[in-house]
DNA sequence: GTGAAAGCGCTAACAT
DNA sequence: ATGTTAGCGCTTTCAC
């Protein structure tokens, strides 16, 4: 069955300790000793128990990973930034769906106790509510974490996030610029606190060029494509004076543009899309998304970077909050 | 500092052992005892610690998961489908990418190396390679494993995938049926055994309909959709008669169609493009992309469900194989 | 240069 | 109903 250091020692008459001197290239070996002990180890086809490590060393080389979907392209860029930044560092990552639709709390809670049941060194979220109580738990475990994509004012912690308000500002900015002035803004339910920033960024922008606060109104809705797509229609049937959609992510802007298609609505001059992300199909759609561009990877990057460097310090807050500046990118929806 | 059971049964008067019955819903345990340790347990903020559960168990109730890309919508959805299904039957999971791009044999040896260490249960892999090493040391390691959308020749071992020579005969057979006669098969580099079933697929089709088996022809391509794009346009100006493309994926295919519609191309008409998954976008992609379907979320569970099937019968290898059968969806790009 | 003992946190098996 | 012993696989400390 599986191999040990026991084993091993048997074989080549000595004692498991020195096998672990052995395979672990450490001092005060005789060098032959060590050529044989590896070569047994290798015949045998032995490789170390990570957990029996873990156990002794109280590292387990391992990060946890708390987000919604993957099958989201947002998110699933997300943790490719986050798995290519923590195995250049010689982690792992384990990955825990914190919802498979909507937001739930008692499920977020407790995949985050699973996770850290696992003694993983760190853990990366990206939170999908605001509730106190999650935060108040938060605060209280004694593993470094890193937020993302959330401005936690709840808590004291480490997060990197991008410019949500500069984000709106440079979406309703552009609309105006185009003569826009009935926006819709579409966006994921339930309303997270994101949600509101930058609904707020908006209507303060509109504010500032002399608009009215009723030149954008909420439409909410579930972030699926297909839902933007529905809702989408229903909105632009029951108000033709909507002459802008500003969505809540690159997928929801698909299903806006293929609503307004189908409508038979002009893309830009009837209706402008904006999206937001840029997710790397979003350049390659048609008509090309205008959208307010974040710097996914990077983003992933950035918190397991600071995540590694507070373990590699034994850190548990290190204040260091990200915040990324997005861009709008101008192509063909708007 | 982080609080184990000693700590518990230190501030309950009681012995370890004791609190760990508490702890587990044993039996042979005083009800008012239990009570007073899971009320001290919930104080002191506990959590068990699954590295030595593990350790002693010889359980990890983790699965390893391997693979190429997170960000490509093809394995991310094969990633939810394990992720949902591994959740609900009470695993975790450790995600290890196989290769930043292109195939790199000694990394996804490495990777699958490290998920052992971890003592997974079991893995599930999705292999970028058919290295007849890679498969003979997957051959005596001693945890099951599923393989996910190959069918290996070398090896006997439970697989999940999808019938790819009926793929390839449904797209064939509907570009014969709109008048195509100079097919490209734009396929990801490097060529792949699943590359040459299919490619062997699309050409006795052909040939049934009686055709040349010059009808077609190969098209290597890194598989991004700006490589795709770039390809497409270069073998389309190269070639004035290729009347349809038949993409390796849908990410690809979407490359495709930006190529045609960029050189002024009509599809389906001066160029019908066929991909390949059916990813979630491809219904919203414009024009909406003909595409030969396969289950992706799907193939996920499948392959998570054979392999917890596995772990729980404690059997290393069932033959199981399961081969999806995929369909054609027919929208607007052929 | 090598080994013996001890312990990481937890839990079966065997007492009491 | 509770405690003792022992051990999962590995490594640190100290002795030889």
Redesign the pocket.
Known sequence: M?I???DIARKAQ?????V??A??DKE???PD?KNRIVKIANDLGYF??ML??S???KKSKTLGVILRDISDPFYAEILQGISLTAAREGYQIILSISSRSGVNLDLEYNTLKLVLQKQVDGVLIIPEHEDPRYFAYLQKIHTPFVLLNRVPKEIQCDYVSTDQQEGSRLAMSHFIKKGKKHIAYLVRRPLSGVALTRMAACEKTLLEHGLSKDSIRVVECDDTIVAAYEQTKRTLKQNSKVDGVYAWDDVMAMGAVKAAIELGCGIPDDIGIIGYDDIELAKFFNPALTTVRQNIQLIGRTAAEILIEKINNDVLIADKTVILRPELIVRETA
């Open positions: 599986k040990t250091i026991k000595v004692s498991p300790i020195t672990s001197r395979l672990n005060d070996i005789n000793t170390p128990n029996a490590q156990l002794k060393s």
